[in-house]
């Protein structure tokens, strides 16, 4: 599942209504082919939307669970259950990614129910496939 574009744009209008909310929403990282985005074990602080490019979410020293591309998330776990990363995220490409703080994300949820939904969606998607990788 991917944030999708009226998903986006709803967030967006909020944050010219709530600029103090917000005010960082749009402010993208780069982050080039190779470079670690956030490495297991780490605090969690933001989660990430991919704006463009991809990432590899990583465990056990390499292993690729997943590669996130364009309207993509990755890292929302540690803020859902405020625990350290749980796997580690790698630029596959050169890649922009836009970074939503905790409290970014806690009045996204509030605000805007719709992101609330994507980012469930996203978290059922990778326990389904999870559990199916067990199963196999």
Do not use: W
């Amino acid at each position: 599942a991917r944030i999708s574009p009226s998903t986006l744009r709803t967030m967006r209008h909020r944050s010219m209504r709530n600029q103090d909310l917000f005010n960082q929403l749009e402010e993208n990282r780069s982050f080039a082919a190779g470079q670690a985005i956030f490495r297991e074990g780490e605090p969690g602080d933001n989660l990430y939307i991919v704006a463009e490019g991809e990432v590899d979410i990583l465990m056990n020293g390499g292993h690729i669970l997943e590669t996130v591309g364009p309207g993509g998330i990755l890292g929302e776990l540690a803020l859902v259950d405020d625990k350290p990363r749980s796997a580690t995220a790698v630029a596959r490409t050169d890649c922009v990614l836009a970074p939503v703080s905790r409290a970014h994300f806690l009045a996204l949820v509030r605000l805007t129910p719709s992101f609330a939904i994507q980012v469930m969606r996203v978290m059922a998607g990778r326990l389904r496939r999870t559990t199916n990788q067990l199963r196999d």
